[in-house]
Structure formats: structure tokens, C-alpha cells
């Protein structure tokens, strides 16, 4: 069971929609068809780049939990501001990269912040990197030293919770106890397609791994009709819990 008080409580709460589409238009349309059926609305770097950081503030003003994917990551001092300025904006998640010093920086902004309804996750590796695109990118060893080393990282600095694959989440689970949260992305229902996705498990598998929270995106957004695509992973995970 969950301490952390950033835990979910129903299985709706556990799902969290990526709103990754070309305009603010096309966010509140999706948004629109799948109300009510998804916990939290995931802001990404496709639409934070097209108004979506406004369009954050106006969701979580209508009282939607928001999840500002901007994955920071630069000098302690850039991050320190940037935290708080985010710490104003009525966030639930915010994502750092999981370096110990960025970490750090972002956990410290936060307390001078004073705003303890923002969990900080810290990114532990993307779940679109396979071991060759580690080695390409000057790391050695396998992907789950690196998810682990980094995972301890995020504890050790007080994170909120961490983003990992969900193929790594009970791993997650036993080394980081009960008091953060996990989120995973690289969601796939039976049947969808993986994408550019490489590590990816399904709705079921993912929670009875110990995920908190499950980004399902594509299999969502791009269907024929996302609330019943949105209803049939939430009807996946309450199964699963
Ligand atoms: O469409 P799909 O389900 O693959 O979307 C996954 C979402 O999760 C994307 O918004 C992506 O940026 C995000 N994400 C990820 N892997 C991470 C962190 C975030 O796929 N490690």
C-alpha cells in the first residue's frame, strides 16, 4: 500500500493521458472526449511549445490533475527558478531528469517554494532508449544498472517519485519501499501498436508490477474513440489491482 500523498485512489486516478497533439485545439477536443475518464492530463514538449503551458494553468484552474512533462535539466540555478515559477502553476507532477545535482536543486526549490501539492518525479532513463541507445550514447552497462543507480539517486535527494519503464517497476518497488511514486509510461494494451516504445508492458501487468500511475498515450489518443479506448485500460487496471 501506498504512504506517499501523492498515491491514487481509484483506478481512473492511476490514468494519465498525454495530451502529445499539435495545438491547444486539439488538446481541448481530446480532453473534452475523454473527461472524467482519466486521472491526470500529461503536457508534454509538443504542446508546451504551442500554448500548452498556459493551457496547463487553465486545466488545472478547471480542477484537473496536470502532469507538466519538461523533463528539466540545467545549471541548479536555471532549475531552482524554473521550479518556482512551475511551483506556482497549480501542477501536480513535474519531471526532472534524474541527476543527483539537478535533483537536488529542483527539491530544494520546492521547499523554498512552500508548495507541497507539486510532486517532483525525477526521469529516470526514457523508456524509448534500448541498451544499444545507452552504448551510442556513451553509457555502459545494462539499462536496469542505470534505472536503479538513478532511481536510489532520486530517494537520496526526496524526490516525489520517479518515471521508469514499467517492465522495471517491481524492481522499483522493492528498492524504493512505499513512499514514492511510481509512474510509468511505455504502456501498451494488447493488440496496439509499440511505437517508437521499447521497453512496454501492458495496462495489467504494469500495476500488479507496482506502478502508481500508467501514461497510456497513443493507444488512447489516436484511437477511433479514446473514452472507450480510456474506459477499457481503466476497466484493465481496476482488474489488475
Ligand atoms: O504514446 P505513448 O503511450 O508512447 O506516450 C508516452 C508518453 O510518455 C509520451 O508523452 C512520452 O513523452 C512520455 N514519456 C516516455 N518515457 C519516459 C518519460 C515520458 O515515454 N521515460
Known sequence: MLMNRFAPTTAIDRLVL????????????????????????????????????????????????????????????????????????????VTIHAYPK?????????????????????????????????????????VANLV?????????????GIVCAATEADRMRAILGDDMVIVTPGIRPAGSAAGDQRRVMTPADAIRAGSDYLVVGRPISKAADPAAAADAVVTEIAAAL
Do not use: W
Request: hydrophobic fraction near 45%.
Open 102 to 142: 539537478t535533483m537536488r536543486a529542483a527539491v530544494e526549490a520546492l521547499r523554498e517554494a512552500d508548495a507541497p501539492d507539486l510532486c517532483l518525479l525525477g526521469v529516470t532513463v526514457l523508456t524509448s532508449m534500448s541498451e544499444d541507445d545507452l552504448a551510442a550514447a556513451g553509457y555502459r552497462g545494462p
Open 148 to 160: 536503479e543507480a538513478r532511481a536510489l539517486d532520486a530517494r537520496t535527494a526526496g524526490m516525489g
Open 18 to 93: 498525454p495530451l502529445d497533439v499539435p495545438n491547444v485545439d486539439a488538446a481541448r477536443t481530446l480532453v473534452a472526449a475523454t473527461n472524467g475518464r482519466v486521472g491526470v492530463y500529461k503536457i508534454g514538449m509538443e504542446l508546451q511549445f504551442a500554448g500548452g503551458l498556459d493551457y496547463a494553468c487553465e486545466l488545472a484552474g478547471d480542477g484537473h490533475k496536470v502532469f507538466l512533462d519538461v523533463k528539466l535539466l540545467d545549471i541548479d540555478n536555471t532549475v531552482t527558478q524554473a521550479v518556482k515559477n512551475i511551483a506556482k502553476m497549480g501542477m501536480t507532477f
